[in-house]
T-cell receptor, first 113, second 111 residues
Framework: NAGVTQTPKFQVLKTGQSMTLQCAQD?????MYWYRQDPGMGLRLIYY???????DKGEVPNGYNVSRLNKREFSLRLESAAPSQTSVYFC????????????FGQGTRLTVV | SQQGEEDPQALSIQEGENATMNCSYK?????LQWYRQNSGRGLVHLIL?????REKHSGRLRVTLDTSKKSSSLLITASRAADTASYFC???????????FGAGTRLTVKP
């Protein structure tokens, strides 16, 4: 029962480098989300995908791109990493309709130096 | 800006006491949910209350929702050291699938 799987768990990047954070869920959920969490703070929504083929901006989309590759996978790309993007990134999924809960991955801890 | 704001930011109590956390939000919602996070790990869902509900219970958890005041409270009764964690409220905005979180309350339960 994997749930939501994020890779990698840890990553160190140099300023200007690019990378893609991967997220996959095996619960057949329509909706998927990317959040970032800075020390001592709550989660801020970067992008979400209500269903396969659609993506929408959240609170803090600048500097990020996303791809909903298929129903299972939702990736987050940093094209040119900046120190301000040092954070813990969480992926989540939930059913699109109804009053349903979200399930979270264990997070990717990203440091940009 | 974040949709929800929790109050207090931090709460420290003794085992056996009750813990109350509050959440205020800004816009119309479909539902409000409470999540728990242990030490920077992924969030775990605790309880969901719909916009047409006023109170809900689950074990030692009691959640209330006042849509006229755009606020919710989470009560944990008879707290245990294992309840030490951060607690977040999340709102699913009416009309879309946008789910936003508050800044959280850090609860410490001393044995």
């Amino acid at each position: 029962n994997a749930g939501v799987t994020q890779t990698p768990k840890f990553q160190v990047l140099k300023t200007g480098q690019s990378m893609t954070l991967q997220c996959a869920q095996d619960m057949n959920h329509n909706s998927m989300y990317w959040y970032r969490q800075d020390p001592g703070m709550g989660l801020r929504l970067i992008y979400y995908s209500a269903s396969e083929g659609t993506t929408d901006k959240g609170e803090v989309p600048n500097g990020y791109n996303v791809s909903r590759l298929n129903k299972r996978e939702f990736s987050l790309r940093l094209e040119s990493a900046a120190p301000s993007q040092t954070s813990v990134y969480f992926c989540a999924s939930r059913e699109y309709t109804g009053n349903t809960e979200a399930f979270f991955g264990q997070g990717t801890r990203l440091t940009v130096v | 800006s974040q949709q929800g704001e929790e109050d207090p930011q931090a709460l420290s109590i003794q085992e056996g006491e009750n813990a109350t956390m509050n959440c205020s939000y800004k816009t119309s919602i479909n539902n409000l949910q409470w999540y728990r996070q242990n030490s920077g790990r992924g969030l775990v869902h605790l309880i969901l209350i719909r916009s047409n509900e006023r109170e809900k219970h689950s074990g030692r958890l009691r959640v209330t929702l006042d849509t006229s005041k755009k606020s919710s409270s989470l009560l944990i009764t008879a707290s245990r050291a294992a309840d030490t964690a951060s607690y977040f409220c999340a709102t699913l905005l009416r009309g879309n699938n946008d789910m936003r979180f508050g800044a959280g309350t850090r609860l410490t339960v001393k044995p």
